[in-house]
């Protein structure tokens, strides 16, 4: 039974890794922010909003426009899930999956430009954006590319504002150089290679299908100290997906709950 062997994973955990909260009553809680990449143009985003504690809404570039940047923060403020950008390469063609050489001048620009779109529909309707996560090729690329890293920083630091990222790349250490706070993020939908990268969508079983082996890879990343989980909006299990990663992690006494 998956369910048994992610309570066992849970157990065996270092504590010290997760985020807690005091629930008012003197008694500390494991929680862990789940996260989903929406506003894309998919059907089953309204199905999602509720299974989620923070939503990264596409600004125009890989995918999205007026109309589903406004349905998606709307839906966000009606079910108090915390709203961030998910700028990423103007590229709608490749859905802005293909890698693309830039300086960090012109990364900065191009976030700064998108933020400003969804910001504009944001204030609108009310709702604060909290944190930054770059979409696709530009946020797997700024891992190991200096331009690209520095860009992405650059930009948060203009904003102040927290940006995600894979553990262990040149966002981070251009982040804490920076002062601006880093988010570690982890997958729930992709495979891994063992140097912690993801494994390129050009290979088979880059991602992962079967929302069993995704709950129990959500357990090995919460040990890893992962602050926030993600669920690509634009995988057509999303949906049975978050559901049972939810139910995995409410059997193994873990909270959903924005890290924002």
Known sequence: MWFMSARLAVEREPARLFQWRNDGEGRLLKTIDLNVDLGEGFPWDAELLPLVSSVCVACGGHAGDARTMDATLRGAKLR???????????DRANFGRIDREATAEEVRGL??????ALQAVASSIGIPLKFLKP?????????????????IVEAAASLGMPVLGISGGLVESHAARRGVRFVSEGFADRRYRPDGSLVPRSEAGAVLDDPAEAAEQVLTLTERGIETLCIHGDHPEAVKLALAIRVTLQRSGIEVRSAF
């Open 80 to 90: 108090g899930v915390t709203a961030g950008a998910h700028p990423g390469y103007l």
């Open 111 to 116: 976030i700064l430009e998108q933020w400003d």
């Open 135 to 151: 979409h696709g090729a530009l946020y797997n690329q700024a891992r190991l590319s200096e331009p690209h890293a520095l860009g």
